[in-house]
C-alpha cells in the first residue's frame, strides 16, 4: 500500500477545495493508498468533518500563516510578528522551526511514497532530504507586488526558493496565453524543467438537480449581480464593509444583487425589498417582492450553479479559484475588488483580457457595474474565447501525475 501525505496551507479556502477535488480523482489512477492530511485553522476542522473515520490520519499542524487584519493581513503586524509575539502567535522564525520539527517527526515516522503540498513549501524541504517526490500545487511563484513590495519582496524570494524545491511544480491554471495567474507566476530559468500547466480544479463532479429551492424560484425571471464573499474572516468581513459601501451609492439603489456570505449560518437568510424592509425568502417568495437584495449564507451546490448561470456579473475579490469558476466555466464577466497583491494580478490580466474589470475604490466598482453593462456584447465575445480554451481538468491531471510519480519510484 502507498502512503501518500498531503499538506494543506491553511490560509484561505482554495488549497483545501483544491486538495479535496484531487481526493475525489484519486481512485481512479491510484488503487491501493492510505492518505495523511496535515493543516491547521479552519482547514484542520473541515478535515475532521469531512473524514470522521479517520481522524488518526489528520495531523494539525502549525504552519504559520500572516496576522489578520481589517482587510486581509496586516503587513504592520505581520512585520511585527517575524521577531515578536503578536496576538497569541510566537514569532515567525519560532514557529517556523516548531512547524517543521513537527512535520519532520510525522515524515520520519510516516515514511511517504509521495506528498503532496499545496501552499506549504516546508514540506518540499523535509521531501527532498529524505528522497521522496513532492509535486508542489500553485498558482504563484514570485507574484508582482504592489501594497506590499517593499516589505514583503525579500520573503517573496526566500519562499520562491523552497517552492523550488519540490520534484514537480504544478500550476493550477490554463497553459500560456491563458495563464490567469500569469503575472503571480514569473518562473525563474532553473525551475522551468519542473513545471506543468495541469489546469484549474473545477467540480468535475455533476450536480444532481433536486426540486428548485425558494431562492432559485425568486430569481428564476430576474437580473442581478453575485457578490461573494469568501475568504477567512478578515477577508470576509473586509469584503463585505466593501460591499456596504458600493450598495450605499445612489447609483445602485435599483441594482439588484445577490450575496453569498459563505458562512453556514441560516440566520442570515433574507430578502431586502425595494420598499427597505427584510423578509424570510420564503415570505418574499409567496408575498411576490420586488427586491432588491437577498443575502445568503451558504449557498447549496445547486443553487450556487443556478445562482452563476443566471446572473450578469460575478463580484470577486480576485480569488484564483473563484475567477476559473466564472470565466471559464461560465463565461460570466467579473467585477474584481482585491484583498491582496496576488487578487490584483488575477484582476489586471482578466481586464486586459477584457474578461472583466478590476476595482480599487467604491467609486471604480460602480462604473465598473454600469461598464459591463455597456459593453456586454464586446465582453462576451472574450468570454467565449477564454472559456473555450479553459483547461478544468486539473484534479485529474494532477491524479495522473501522482500516479506516474509512485509509478517510477516503485
Excluded at 513549501?121 to 509535486?135: E, K, T
Aim: include cysteine; proline fraction near 5%.
Amino acid at each position: 500500500m502507498y502512503k501518500i501525505g498531503e499538506f494543506i496551507y491553511p490560509w484561505g479556502s482554495g488549497h483545501y477545495s483544491r486538495m479535496m477535488r484531487l481526493n475525489s480523482v484519486l481512485p481512479d489512477h491510484i488503487k491501493d493508498y492510505d492518505i495523511h492530511y496535515s493543516s491547521k485553522d479552519h482547514v484542520y476542522q473541515k478535515l475532521l468533518e469531512k473524514f470522521p473515520d479517520k481522524k488518526e490520519n489528520i495531523h494539525e499542524i502549525l504552519m504559520p500563516t500572516p496576522i489578520d487584519g481589517k482587510f486581509g493581513p496586516s503587513i504592520s503586524l505581520s512585520m511585527l510578528n517575524v521577531l515578536l509575539p503578536v496576538s497569541g502567535n510566537p514569532p515567525l522564525v519560532k514557529q517556523i522551526a516548531s512547524y517543521l520539527r513537527q512535520e519532520r517527526k510525522l515524515y520520519d515516522y510516516e515514511k511517504f511514497d509521495l506528498v503532496i503540498n499545496d501552499g506549504d513549501m516546508g514540506s518540499n524541504i523535509l521531501a527532498r532530504n529524505r528522497n521522496i517526490p513532492s509535486l508542489f500545487i500553485t498558482n504563484q511563484f514570485r507574484p508582482k507586488m504592489y501594497k506590499s513590495r517593499s516589505y514583503f519582496y525579500p520573503s517573496l524570494i526566500f519562499v520562491a526558493k523552497q517552492i523550488a524545491k519540490a520534484s514537480k511544480i504544478l500550476v493550477a491554471d490554463s497553459p500560456p496565453p491563458y495563464t490567469m495567474c500569469e503575472y503571480n507566476l514569473n518562473f525563474t530559468k532553473e525551475v522551468e524543467h519542473k513545471i506543468t500547466y495541469v489546469g484549474h480544479f473545477t467540480n468535475s463532479k455533476e450536480i444532481q438537480k433536486t426540486v428548485a429551492s425558494d431562492l432559485e424560484k425568486m430569481i428564476e425571471n430576474a437580473e442581478f449581480g453575485y457578490w461573494m464573499r469568501t475568504g477567512n474572516k478578515s477577508t470576509n468581513d473586509g469584503t463585505g464593509q466593501r460591499y456596504e459601501e458600493i450598495f450605499h451609492r445612489d447609483e445602485m439603489r435599483s441594482e439588484k444583487r445577490i450575496i453569498s456570505h459563505a458562512r453556514n449560518d441560516p440566520s442570515i437568510d433574507s430578502v431586502t425589498g425595494m420598499d427597505g424592509k427584510k423578509y424570510s425568502i420564503s415570505d418574499a417568495l409567496e408575498k411576490k417582492i420586488d427586491w432588491i437584495q437577498i443575502d445568503i449564507g451558504f449557498l447549496s451546490e445547486q443553487e450556487k450553479d443556478t445562482v452563476l448561470n443566471l446572473c450578469k456579473y460575478a463580484v470577486v475579490n480576485g480569488s484564483h479559484t473563484v475567477m476559473g469558476e466564472i470565466l471559464g466555466g461560465k463565461a460570466k464577466p467579473i467585477i474584481g475588488i482585491p484583498i491582496y497583491d496576488e487578487h490584483t494580478n488575477n484582476i489586471r490580466w482578466a481586464e486586459e483580457k477584457n474578461l472583466g474589470v478590476l476595482a480599487n475604490t467604491t467609486k471604480e466598482a460602480v462604473k465598473a457595474v454600469f461598464y459591463i453593462r455597456e459593453k456586454y456584447n464586446k465582453l462576451e465575445e472574450s468570454l467565449g474565447e477564454f472559456s473555450r480554451n479553459f483547461a478544468p481538468n486539473g484534479a485529474e491531471n494532477t491524479a495522473k501525475i501522482a500516479a506516474q510519480t509512485l509509478e517510477e519510484k516503485r
